[in-house]
């Protein structure tokens, strides 16, 4: 067996975490299976050698490895991973319990559905393409992925439940899942494409035909031909690889696209419903949080991992695949292909982004601004929320988030440091009453 690992943000951070990229070492099938041998406990040397069947210098190795990336740490004369790494039988026993909640979300789902679906018949694309063709694009990546995660991670901010978070969690959360039935998992993976660009889900319950890694780098390769066809310009050359993959297609006028094309103006009316409701589904989430905590602690994860960061990233987006699968259970969403082709799935979009970062940018800062307010320790970052906002009004979007993604930083360190402050005053007047 073997896991897959998957962070979430920017994977240019990883190296900035761990020192080296995880995921190039985790490719070698020695360390992938000494971190699924620690996945459900900490494990000795000889303990290790036993259960992988091999011999103690090989696993030394490995293990120098893992403990030089900062992946493996040893505890007591054990070893344990850095990361959760959730087993098949685990994925079960958490799928257990998330499914209240998996259910009260499906079932808001259900009630408000037919917002999305009316912001969709507003747009642009809806000429083009039916509901059910792109139902699973705007409910599962940009309702889920894209809104629903965002919500959760604001409400964590303004309800200061990021201090049970790790500096490195902070950076960028990782994790790895053994892959086997009881596991679930959805996300989408996004390139930009001069100008332009193109984003393809994945889920545990896609299967696709050709396999992701082969349409990536298909649509790479094919990056100048897809540019031209969304100017307008057919390409001089015959697109083959593009052809064969099915995401253009021979017409009597030439070649045309394949997949949905989201613009400027349909980003715009769709953000406005996803957000807001990917805010009220966010509420529901956090009204059960302790679901997170519950499971982190009962399932044993708590007595060797530090920081609850990774972990309930982890959560996040298994809730996020549980609720589709139930709404394909109920047949709110149509089923996925059993063979989802390359066009499934899949599309494009004017730079810079699927949403509208100026809407998502200006609701961030806002929530940052409403945090720093009357707080003297944190007054310090308001030059840097007014020079994010003048960067989101000249359209410097990537540069604004970035600024954003590092107050986020600072506010929960500050925050952090105010609450560990009021809890040691606390504890002093006790000490003093008692």
């Known amino acids: ?60 190795q490995g293990l120098e490895i893992l403990l030089a990336a900062r992946l493996v740490k040893r505890v007591d004369d054990k070893y344990a991973t850095t990361i959760p790494v959730i087993s098949n039988k685990k994925a079960a026993s958490i799928a257990r319990y998330l499914k209240g909640l998996v259910d009260r979300l499906a079932r808001y789902l259900e009630e408000n559905v037919d917002r999305l679906e009316g912001a969709f018949m507003r747009t642009e694309l809806s000429r083009n393409y039916s509901w059910e063709e792109v139902a699973h694009i705007v409910v599962d990546a940009l309702l889920m992925d894209f809104s629903f995660l965002n919500c959760v991670e604001e409400q964590l901010l303004e309800k200061g439940l990021y201090k049970d978070w790790t500096e490195d969690q902070l950076l960028i959360p990782y994790f790895g899942l053994e892959l086997g039935v009881h596991q679930v998992n959805l996300g989408v993976n996004s390139y930009l494409l001069n100008g332009y660009g193109v984003s393809i889900m994945h889920a545990t319950f896609i299967d696709r035909d050709p396999p992701l890694p082969e349409i990536i780098r298909t ?77 982190f602690d009962e399932l044993g994860y708590s007595k060797w991992l530090k920081g609850i960061g990774d972990y309930a990233e982890l959560i996040f987006h298994q809730v996020m695949g549980l609720t589709v699968l139930e709404l394909m259970r109920r047949e709110i969403l149509p089923p996925v292909p059993e063979k989802a082709p390359a066009c499934w799935g899949t599309w494009l979009w004017q730079a810079p982004w699927t949403l509208d970062l100026r809407i998502m940018l200006s609701r961030g800062l806002g929530l940052l601004e409403r945090l720093i307010m009357g707080n003297r320790g944190l007054e310090l970052l308001r030059k840097d929320i007014e020079r994010a906002r003048r960067l989101v009004e000249e359209g410097q979007y990537f540069k604004a988030s970035e600024v954003m993604k590092r107050l986020r930083r600072e506010v929960v360190k500050l925050l952090s440091l105010v609450s560990s402050s009021h809890s040691k005053s606390r504890l002093n007047i006790m000490r003093e009453s008692g």
């Open 219 to 295: 649509v790479s390769e094919g990056k100048k031909h897809i540019c031209k066809l969304l100017e307008g310009t057919p390409p001089q050359k015959l697109p083959e690889g593009l052809l064969k993959m099915g995401l253009v297609k021979l017409q009597k006028g030439g070649v045309t696209l394949k997949v949905p094309v989201v613009n400027a103006k349909d980003r715009e009316v769709i953000t406005e419903t996803v957000l807001s409701l990917g805010y009220e589904l966010a509420e529901i989430f956090m009204s059960d949080y302790n679901v997170v905590r519950r499971s």
């Open 1 to 60: 067996m073997r896991a897959a690992f998957f962070c979430v943000g920017d994977s240019l951070y990883l190296k900035d975490r761990f020192g080296a990229d995880p995921d190039e070492l985790l490719m070698k099938a020695e360390n992938n299976m000494i971190m699924l041998a620690l996945a459900d406990c900490p494990r000795t040397l000889e303990e290790l050698c036993n259960e992988l069947n091999t011999r103690r210098e090989d696993v030394e």
